[in-house]
Structures are given as structure tokens and as C-alpha cells.
Nanobody, 115 residues
Framework: QVQLVESGGGLVQAGGSLRLSCAAS????????MGWYRQAPGKQRERVAA???????NYADSVKGRFTISRDNAKNSVYLQMNSLKPEDTAVYFC?????????WGQGTQVTVSS
């Protein structure tokens, strides 16, 4: 069974930065995609950024140039560096791991950006 544990959320002022971390444990297929999603109150969950085990990356248009995703394959971990945060970035952020035929979610971590 795969488990994902996120950390690094919190309260920050607009323009500030936060770094989210997610560590995966269990039996993990080496070819996978790790990513970050977020869900604001009353809104659908949306993908923020994703990175494949081969290093290919994509970002949501709303975070391009401000957020950076990275991963450490040896540690089965993924990170999200968030700079120039805006109030509209406020949401619960979820870590996601996708392998062929399976998908896993973390419990979520709250990010609140005050104006």
C-alpha cells in the first residue's frame, strides 16, 4: 500500500513564499507521475503542477513563473516551491502519485495567503 504524507503548508502574506513537501512510502512503481493539486472552498480540485519520473514538468497557467515543482526519486519525494503567493492561491493542496493503473492521494495541507 502506498502512503503520501505532505508537509509545509501554513499562513503567509501575499507576496510571500512557502515550500510544500510530499514523501511517498510503500511499493512504488518506478515509472510514475507525482503532482500537486489544490482545492479551494466551493471549487473543483485542479492540478497545479506535475512531474514525471523522467523529469518532464507541466504547470497550470495560473502558477507558471511563480511555482516550481521538483522531485527526488531516491527519496520518492516531490516538492512545490511557491513564490509570489496571491490570495487566490489559498486552498488545500494535495499530493498525488500516479502509476500505470493506480492513483494515490495525500491527506492535504492548508495554504492560506492573506492580502
Amino acid at each position: 500500500q502506498v502512503q503520501l504524507v505532505e508537509s509545509g503548508g501554513g499562513l503567509v502574506q501575499a507576496g510571500g513564499s512557502l515550500r510544500l513537501s510530499c514523501a511517498a512510502s510503500g511499493s512504488i512503481f518506478s515509472i510514475n507521475v507525482m503532482g500537486w493539486y489544490r482545492q479551494a472552498p466551493g471549487k473543483q480540485r485542479e492540478r497545479v503542477a506535475a512531474i514525471t519520473s523522467g523529469g518532464s514538468i507541466n504547470y497550470a497557467d495560473s502558477v507558471k513563473g511563480r511555482f516550481t515543482i521538483s522531485r527526488d526519486n531516491a527519496k520518492n519525494s516531490v516538492y512545490l516551491q511557491m513564490n509570489s503567493l496571491k490570495p487566490e492561491d489559498t486552498a488545500v493542496y494535495f499530493c498525488n502519485l500516479r502509476t500505470p493503473g493506480s492513483g494515490y492521494w495525500g491527506q492535504g495541507t492548508q495554504v492560506t495567503v492573506s492580502s
